[in-house]
């Protein structure tokens, strides 16, 4: 997808996947340096770690301690992270979240991103649902405590009931990866049609909850559309235009077979 958009706005750039080793993350950072690298996607499990070897951070990144992408400015490398971000590019083509309240399932880091990018978005309220307490309380004391946001924490409790005042659902658990059937523990029936409905699962792209939702009447967000525009934004930092949305789109479909 991203070397869809080179080639689309005639850039003769390239994006390479390379994969390295955790011990070997100190020697790749300085090699993309000395090479002149624009910058660099890093994934699990270097997001953490790779802030030890860059020389600043974007807002959102110092807040959630996670990065993404690293970009190149001035000769700094400065760590991003543009999963929030890509959801709520996404999302902004259905709602603002400012002022809303949102219902998270989920509080690992794709979760991590999107709440912090919400809290920094305007979002009054944000209610984490996640299996297990220590990191979902971890991300309401950073959404309470750095970002003022009203957030609490449910500990899922069999089948979660929606709040009828919820704006926006989203499932950012792996729930539905890769299992077409796989079913989000919650009560389908407090799902109402004023709600916007995301799941960031992106493979099955309409997923069981997704559906389910629409049924409901729901307007519904697929995963695609975060992964996409992540890219997008990678894109936009690294080269300073703005892509063809629907190519880099494309391109992902036909890379994922969907
Ligand atoms: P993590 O491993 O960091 O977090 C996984 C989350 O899912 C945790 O909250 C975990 O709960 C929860 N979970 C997993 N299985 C269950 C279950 N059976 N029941 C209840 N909760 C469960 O993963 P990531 O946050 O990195 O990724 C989550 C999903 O987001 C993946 O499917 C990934 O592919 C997708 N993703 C999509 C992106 C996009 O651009 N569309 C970008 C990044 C990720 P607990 O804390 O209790 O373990």
Excluded at 19 to 42: I, Y
Excluded at 104 to 123: D, Q
Excluded at 164 to 169: L, N, W
Excluded at 227 to 237: A, E, K, P, R, T
């Amino acid at each position: 997808m991203i070397e869809a958009a080179f080639a689309h706005h005639g850039l003769p750039w390239r994006y390479v996947n390379m994969e390295v080793s955790p011990k070997e993350l100190g020697d790749a950072v300085r090699g993309a340096r000395a090479m002149g690298f624009r910058g660099f996607n890093c994934s699990l499990p270097h997001k953490v770690s790779v802030i030890s070897h860059l020389d600043g951070l974007g807002e959102s990144a110092a807040v959630m301690g996670a990065v993404n992408c690293v970009v190149r400015r001035d000769g700094k490398l400065i760590g991003e992270n543009t999963d929030g971000k890509g959801f709520l590019r996404s999302l902004a083509e259905l709602i603002d979240p400012r002022g809303k309240s949102v219902v998270l399932f989920g509080a690992g880091g794709a979760a991590r991103a999107i709440a912090v990018e919400l809290g920094l978005a305007g979002t009054r309220r944000i209610t984490i649902v996640n299996r297990s307490a220590t990191r979902a309380r971890e991300l309401v004391a950073v959404l309470r405590d750095k970002l003022q946001v009203e957030a609490e924490f449910v500990q899922w409790p069999g089948d979660y009931t929606v709040p009828a005042d919820t704006a926006i659902v989203i499932n950012g658990t792996s729930i539905g990866l890769y299992a077409p059937k796989a079913r989000l523990p919650l009560d389908a029936a407090s799902l109402q049609p004023h709600m916007v409905v995301a799941d960031v699962v992106f493979s099955p792209v309409r997923t069981a909850f997704l559906q389910e939702a629409a049924a409901r009447g729901c307007r519904t967000l697929d995963g695609l559309g975060m992964l996409v525009n992540q890219g997008v934004i990678g894109v936009q930092y690294w080269t300073g235009i703005d892509p063809d949305v629907t190519v880099m789109r494309r391109a992902l479909e036909s890379a994922l077979g969907v």
